[in-house]
């Protein structure tokens, strides 16, 4: 069992999702003059003062920040949410074993971040991870936060909002991916603040049946994470759609290995070996040569995927194809890819709660929900040869080194090339009709468009995902005009 030993638990005046890793480059507001900014109190169980107080000493030391005593006094709130714990012991002597007393403390966990305005308008957000060992963790975290949040400020962006409906209450119902549900959830609900006449329903019922849905007009739009969702269902009506991609996320592999202390590495060789039912056990060889530091054990391998038709699923065989010919040439890529074994679950929830509850099981999920069930997620070798983790950044670099997106933002990103890219990342895409009858259903989607691509993209990252480049979201600006 891990022994917790700092833990901190924090909510967010708005919203008590948590989250985690980090990225530097969020937009901020415009204004470079000094920012008075007032810290939250933390609500913790224990360890919130110290951090509290670290994250102000670290604000004390930047020239373009000031602190307020209060928020009536401040021009902006700093407040943040998470757990940091202790995962394992990385062991001095060996032979006593990954105990306490000999052994350094592993940590993990996440803290998300965000900076909002008077009115409680995202400024900036920003989600870390510990480092894997440290002798101050609320100091380490506190000194990162700090960082990060002086770059974005540097970055400089003037906040905007969205334009008031006019017509009377209009609700639109959409249907499809869990993939980016968290983040989905939280917009709909941010929107409809700054637009009460609007009600946007959405049921995460997975990209496959969300696009059926769309299809047979029950609802006014889907999501999927596939860019070719409509093309695999339904081929002659892939000019009917459009595809506008939201946020960049990252599919990564979660087990359930008791007592393992590290993070264990995967090739595509073997992931491929696992899901094609050929490597059996945790200790085999293939996986022992690239997990040498760990004791991986003599365990049953139970593999989970997903039961129903999904993006999550189309983007992770997406990564098996291109990684394995064998894979390719017996499965492929597809949204309800015919499993050669395992167990499925309905949903990124359903998986995680089969891999959290099966000991010695394999399962693959959207990143936040790894964290979110505080599950052991893998790191995955990409083409450079390098074992990366999930991570803002290293979906950032997946995005920086993947090809030029096309006009109609239909593009896996999956596999791409350069120093440091998680190999399993993915855009997530809102898909809708090119043409929409009802005039009043029209305006308030096309609306909530331009607010998606543009402000509610500030909040991506304390929820885990990329928010999408800035040259995209301006191309998806002008595109979201081609709906008529």
């Known amino acids: 069992m891990n022994v917790p030993r700092f833990r901190m638990i924090a909510c967010f005046a708005f919203c008590c999702s948590l989250f985690g890793s980090a990225l530097a480059r969020q937009p901020a507001p415009a204004d470079h003059s000094t920012r008075r900014i007032y810290v939250e109190p933390f609500v913790t169980q224990e360890g919130s003062q110290k951090f509290r107080e670290d994250v102000i000493a670290e604000l004390r030391k930047v020239s373009s920040v000031s602190l307020a005593g209060d928020e009536s006094s401040a021009d902006a709130i700093l407040g943040g949410g998470g757990e940091v714990w202790i995962k394992g012991y990385r062991s001095h002597n060996p032979q006593l074993g990954n105990v306490a007393p000999n052994g350094t403390p592993i940590y993990t966990g996440f803290l998300s971040i965000e900076l909002r305005d008077r009115n409680g308008e995202t400024l900036w957000s920003y989600l870390a991870t ?66 009460p006449a609007l009600q946007i329903m959405y049921e995460p019922i997975g990209s496959e049946a969300g696009v059926r849905r769309l299809l047979a007009n029950s609802i006014d739009f889907a999501a999927s994470d596939s860019p070719q969702a409509i093309h695999e269902l339904s081929p002659g ?43 059996k056990k945790w200790n085999d060889p293939i996986l022992a040569r690239t997990n040498r530091g760990l004791h ?9 995927h997903r039961a129903e038709g999904s993006g999550t699923s189309y983007a992770w065989t997406d990564y098996l194809s291109k990684t394995s010919p064998e894979w390719k040439a017996q499965v492929g ?13 309905d949903g990124n929830d359903g998986v995680s ?132």
């Open 237 to 279: 009506d892939d000019g009917k759609y459009l595809f506008f991609p939201s946020v960049v996320g990252a599919v990564v592999p979660v087990v359930n290995l008791p007592g393992l202390s590290g993070d264990i590495a995967f090739t595509p060789e073997a992931l491929s070996g696992i899901y094609l039912g050929k490597i």
């Open 296 to 304: 991986l054990p003599d365990l049953d391998i139970v593999v989970a």
């Open 333 to 345: 890529t597809s949204l309800t890819p015919k499993w050669p074994i395992g167990l499925g679950a």
């Open 353 to 484: 709660k089969l891999v959290k509850e099966q000991s010695g099981s394999i399962g693959y999920v959207e990143f936040i929900y790894a964290l979110q069930n505080h599950l052991s997620y893998g790191r995955v070798r990409n083409r450079n040869g390098e074992f990366v983790q999930a991570s803002l950044e290293s979906i950032a670099a997946a995005v920086s080194h993947s090809v030029k997106i096309s006009g109609d933002f239909k593009v896996s990103i999956v596999d791409a090339p350069g120093a440091g890219v998680y190999p399993i990342s993915t855009f997530t895409w809102v898909v809708v009709p090119a043409h929409i009858e009802d005039d009043a259903k029209r305006k308030a989607l096309t609306g909530f468009l331009r607010w998606m691509v543009g402000p509610a993209q500030r909040q991506a990252a304390a929820l885990g995902y990329l928010p999408i480049p800035k040259d995209v979201a301006s191309k998806e600006d002008a595109a979201i005009a081609r709906i008529q």
């Open 130 to 195: 510990p480092p894997a060992s440290s002798r101050d963790v609320s100091k380490d975290l506190s000194t990162l936060i700090v960082k990060k949040l002086v770059e974005g400020l540097a970055q400089g962006e003037e906040p905007s909002t969205a334009a008031s409906l006019s017509q009377p209450t209009t609700t639109l119902k959409g249907a499809g991916a869990t993939f980016p549900f968290p983040v989905y959830e939280k917009w709909f609900t941010n929107y409809r603040r700054e637009n």
